[in-house]
């Protein structure tokens, strides 16, 4: 009887052992077996998150770790192709460097500046073309940013699209109003729409510490102007001929004074011109063509006004009996600028003319070549090139020629003594003397006025 108990105790131990050993194979083998066949055939089917989640599960088993990564590829593939860029970006970051995922989280980004621009989101898919700006395309889909940022009116955006390209032509044609030199003061607008101004103050021609959301600047003689991004007008400064009384403008789209001027001339949003600081009864203003009529740009002097057409001619308006002699050498031009007793237009071919007095040598332009803009004042002519460097011609009793040295300009402005420049990395350059004078009093002021210009940053248009 005991034998037989014993042996059946052995059968039962035997056969619980078999069990044992079955379940474990079934746990340890069988089952992973068949959950790494269904994770391969869910990889293979493009089901690529039941794939993902299997491998995670099965850790080590065989190669599924490899299998692992083949699946978020081809998950994070997948969103690419399913235009989820941003997703694919994630996925394609984590993944690096397996296989390709850097080129194509680079792809990634770059189809999604694509479909940014396609929405409107100028800025945001400039970031991104910029970010990767050697990529394939890249540069071509900035010049796209900058054409779409014209049309739709955002300048910000289209300026440094110009920028990033290093296209000093695109930054020109933007026609900028964001550095002027006044008569002893310079005033220049911050990318938040805050304004800075430094030099002489006597007038209170830099009180613009106050000023925000203006999107353009004007400088006048010893008074300065702004435009706000609402359409209304401030002024500060020199007063004599009423020429800061602009607290009344409104749907105000662009603003001009001149540094050897009291005019300050407003574009209405509905073309209309109005203006202050004219003399009583000399209503010039009324003479300016708007903007359907072609107006481009519009430059008041002391004596002349003179106004850039499209067709490249200039509407010249005479304040004074005094006629500018040569006016008619400026046709098919691009740009205009006037001074006291001169003023010059760049050519379409990138060339200069000249008209009025040769004082100081400021007509002395035979020679430039690939000029994109031009400035003015008193004694001195300044031309900004294709390259982003500057030709300087007139007096040079202050330094005005070493802008002659400058690079990576973007804008251009000349007062009475000295030249002032826009750098593309936000920063103005100042060659001559902003505060001219002899005295120990004018000579620190100067030296202040070049300090302060020289701290200044996040200089440019309101983006």
């Known amino acids: 009887m005991r034998i037989a108990v014993k042996k059946w105790l052995w059968i039962l131990i035997i056969i619980l052992t078999v069990i044992a050993a079955a379940s474990v194979l079934t746990v340890t083998v069988l089952i992973p077996h068949i959950k790494y066949n269904n994770a391969v055939a869910a990889l293979s089917e493009g089901r690529y998150e039941e794939a993902i989640a299997s491998f995670t599960e099965l850790g080590d088993y065989r190669d599924s770790a490899d299998k692992l990564m083949a699946s978020r590829y081809g998950a994070a593939l997948a969103k690419l192709n399913e235009g989820l860029y941003e997703q694919a970006m994630q996925e394609f970051s984590e993944l690096a460097p397996y296989r390709d995922s850097p080129e194509r989280y680079r792809e990634a980004r770059y189809r999604l500046g694509i479909a ?115 359409g209304t007008v401030v002024a500060t400064g020199f007063n004599n001929n009423g020429q800061c009384n602009v607290q009344d403008w409104t749907d105000i789209v662009a603003v001009y ?52 057409m499209e067709d490249g001619n200039i509407h010249c308006i005479n304040k004074s009996f005094s ?24 050519r379409f071919d990138g060339t200069v003319a000249t008209a009025g007095r040769n004082t100081s040598g400021q007509h002395d332009v035979e020679d430039w070549t690939d000029i994109i803009a031009i400035a003015a004042s008193n004694s001195n002519t300044a ?50 003397a902003v505060v001219g004078g002899t005295t120990q009093e004018l000579i620190a002021e100067n030296k202040k006025a070049l300090e302060e210009i020289a701290s200044w940053s996040n200089i440019g248009p309101a983006s």
Not at 324 to 334: C, E, Q, R, T
């Open 383 to 432: 031309g900004l090139k294709s390259d982003g460097t500057v030709v300087v011609a007139g007096d040079d009793r202050h330094g005005e020629n070493d802008a002659n040295m400058w690079k990576d300009i973007a804008a251009v402005s000349v007062g009475p003594n000295f030249i002032a420049g826009l750098k593309t990395d936000g920063t103005v350059v100042i060659a001559g």
């Open 257 to 308: 004074a001149g540094n050897t001027a009291t005019d300050t001339i407003g574009v209405n949003a509905d073309d209309t011109i109005v203006a202050a600081g004219t003399l009583e009864g000399k209503d010039y203003y009324k003479q300016i063509p708007g903007k359907t009529e072609g107006m481009i740009k519009v430059c008041p002097g002391s004596d002349v006004i003179l106004v850039l």
């Open 116 to 230: 940014l621009t396609d929405e409107g989101k100028y800025r945001d898919a400039l970031e991104l073309f910029i970010s990767d700006i050697d990529y394939p395309g890249a540069r071509d889909e900035i010049g796209r940013v900058y054409n779409l940022s014209v049309q739709n009116g955002k300048i910000g955006v289209a300026y440094d699209a110009a920028v990033s390209l290093r296209d000093f032509k695109g930054i020109a044609r933007l026609n900028l109003q964001v550095i002027a030199a006044g008569r002893d003061h310079v005033v220049a607008l911050c990318r938040d729409g805050r304004v800075v101004a430094a030099g002489r103050n006597d007038e209170g021609q830099c009180n613009v510490q106050d000023w925000t959301d203006i999107i353009a600047v004007a400088a006048g003689f010893k008074y300065t102007v702004g435009l706000r991004a609402d």
């Open 323 to 346: 006629e500018m002699d040569g006016l008619d050498n400026l046709v098919g031009v691009i740009d205009v600028a006037i001074g006291t007793v001169h003023a010059a237009g760049v």
